[in-house]
């Protein structure tokens, strides 16, 4: 291979990356502009089968990509915002939205001075992404200019070392012998580079180039098309049952929109020879990958309803319970039911309790089992371990949640007065164990900043919010399980935070007089002390509203449960 190929083949090369990292950085800029625009979209118009359809069209056309609307859906599907039906509705609309890529390429990057094309609008987002303030949504437009015009860039670098390959190499010897063959390859560089819009963009390249023939490169679209499936399957990997069933519907659906697309290619070549007769090749691509995606929702629109009917029968699985005590028993037996919803206060104690120390940095267990001094834990501890606190939050209000059901269903039953009033403590003291986690996931965002301060007067600060914090957890433990002088420690933590208010003030008066600290910071350090009193509050209140618990058997319960974790 001489040094005019290898040119060429680093030209092709670099071509496909600008035009991929143009594409990834399009939808990227545009999900940052529009992302909310986009749920709030598509959770309007998820409504019908119908609008469902349109909307993933119309989201894929914007985004540029079949692949990120299909994952979006899934997400939305994930998180129970829409549908079945509203999902695979989402993806064949976006399968037709999907062709409007090859249709800009071919128009745009074929017939006109496409290198003046990418120049401008790479010149135009540059100067504007330094010029326009970073809080201004027009940055991000800026930005997106600047993937439009590196995709065109990038088109042009594959333009033109195609036509080179054209004039050095002689393609007959590395011709598939059948068509069908180029719909594997399409389907094999899909599912590698995770874009039918830039596989569809190299076979226009090609055939611009006329190094393939027509016919082989629509089979390659039918196959590149089967290729975007595997995006969908990757994403839906261990998620909920309708993320699953959702994946395989968009798999169904490509594959045999493909199948059909292959045994009737030659009809489908001449109509699309009949509809454009004297357009060119990279036009005629276009108008064939329309076609045949087009044809394929057709032919399923009808029987969206059956299909997720049919998917609904996989992939069923036992429910996961967030409880460990009530969901085993029936709210109809007064006894066993109360010590249950006890126990299980117990159980959403212990995850507070973690959350809350982990919230800080602290590992529980030095904490709340080895009982060493909180001055030692802070100074050993005092590195942002960045966890996961999201899914435990969410974790919690769902124990907090199935708590307050299993009371109202045993509310229904019959019973005396005590019995009911034991219910409505359980109740107010599972209540207050969730406001003391609000209160913990109110804070979360500020402490980030607070362990990236520099001045001396906001470490302090930081140090003595996680003491309390740690301090309250630590009596409020052990009072709970039922030492009487750690319930007299917590009420008298209490009473010192709201008294030594003011001593705390004067902890934000030393951050006032430091001018390196923004006014911001002062705000958020008020926040945060409302925040520790109010957590330290709902853990009093909490001992409050069970004290009336205490003389019950399922007491002794919950404090041997409690000390064998």
Known sequence: ?????????????????????????????????????????????????????????????????????????????????????????????????TTVTAWIVGIVGFKMDIKLISYVFVGIGGLGSVLIDEES???????AMVGFGLIFMGLEGMKESFSGFAHTISFESYRFDHDYWYALLGFAIT???????????????????????????????????????????????????DKKRTAIAHLFFNVSTGLVALAALPWLITLTSMALAGADAVIRIALFHTIFNVLGVVLWYPF?????????????????????????????????????????IGHLVEEVENFSLLAVNVPPVKVLEENEPIDKLLDRYDENMDLAYTRQYAHIRRIEGEILRFVAEASAQKGDDVWHEKLQKAARATTYQATAAKAI???????????????????????????????????????????????????NIYKKIAISYRNSMELIADIAKNRMISSEMMTIAINDLH???????????????????????????????????
């Open 1 to 97: 291979m001489n040094f005019e190929n290898v040119k060429l083949f680093i030209e092709a090369f670099s071509g496909l990356g600008l035009f991929l990292f143009g594409m990834i950085y399009l939808e990227s800029q545009i999900r940052l502009s529009a992302g909310r625009m986009f749920k709030r979209l598509v959770r309007w118009m998820t409504s019908t089968p119908l609008k469902s359809l349109f909307a993933g069209f119309v989201t894929t056309a914007i985004f540029q990509s079949s692949s990120v609307v299909t994952l979006m859906a899934l997400s939305l599907i994930g998180a129970g915002l829409i549908g079945l039906e509203s999902a695979i509705g989402i993806i064949f609309g976006a399968n037709i939205g």
């Open 137 to 143: 949504r027009w940055r991000n437009v800026m930005h």
């Open 191 to 241: 599912a590698v580079i995770q874009s039918s819009s830039a596989s569809i963009a190299i076979v226009q390249s090609a055939l611009f180039a006329h190094i393939i023939g027509f016919e082989a490169a629509a089979a390659f679209v039918v196959g590149a098309n089967v290729g975007t499936t595997v995006t969908a399957i990757l994403g839906a990997i261990g998620g909920s049952p």
């Open 304 to 344: 969206i309803g059956l299909l997720a009917n049919w998917l609904k029968r996989f992939f069923k699985h036992e429910q996961a319970h967030a409880t460990k005590y009530i969901h085993n028993v029936s709210p109809q037996l007064p006894d066993v039911a109360l010590a249950a919803i006890v126990n299980e």
């Open 441 to 491: 996931k109110d804070m979360l965002h500020d402490l980030d900043r607070w362990y990236d301060a520099e001045t001396n007067e906001e470490r302090a600060f930081l140090k003595n919010l996680r003491y309390q914090i740690i301090r309250s957890v630590q009596a409020f433990h052990h009072a709970f399980l039922g030492d009487e002088r750690a319930t007299g420690e917590i009420e």
């Open 531 to 565: 925040l520790s009193k109010s957590f330290t509050k709902s853990l009093r209140n909490t001992l409050q509203e069970m004290e009336g618990l205490r003389h019950s058997n399922a007491v002794n319960e919950v404090k041997e449960n409690l000390k064998a974790v």
